[in-house]
């Protein structure tokens, strides 16, 4: 069984950054997509960014330029950090790994506000 186990979140003002962990635990495959999505209320939610085992990467166009996504693939751990944080950030964040298989972490919250 795999588990998800997401930190980081918070309350930042615009303008701030946050670094988001996620942890996965149990047996999972090399070979793996890691990545984060993000759901805002009343919206669906959305990729934020994800990161091949090999270290490809792909960005939503909302976040380029503000967020990175990196892994350690020796922890089974993956990050984002986002940096100059705005409004519409504002999100329940989730962790995702998937090579076949499909996990999801419990989620994340990130609050944008002044």
């Known amino acids: 069984q795999v588990q998800l186990v997401e930190s980081g979140g918070g309350l930042v003002q615009p303008g701030g950054s946050l670094r988001l962990s996620c942890a996965a635990s149990?047996?999972?495959?090399?070979?793996?997509?890691m990545g984060w999505y993000r759901k805002a209320p009343g919206k669906e939610r959305e990729l934020v960014a994800r990161i091949t085992s090999d270290g490809s990467t792909i960005y939503a166009d909302s976040v380029k330029g503000r967020f990175t996504i990196s892994r350690d693939n020796a922890k089974n751990t993956v990050y984002l950090q986002m940096n100059s944080l705005k409004p519409e950030d504002t999100a329940v964040y989730y962790c995702?790994?998937?090579?076949?298989?499909?996990?999801w972490g419990q989620g994340t919250q990130v609050t944008v506000s002044s």
């Open positions: 149990g047996t999972i495959f090399s070979r793996n997509v």
């Open positions: 995702r790994v998937t090579w076949g298989h499909d996990y």
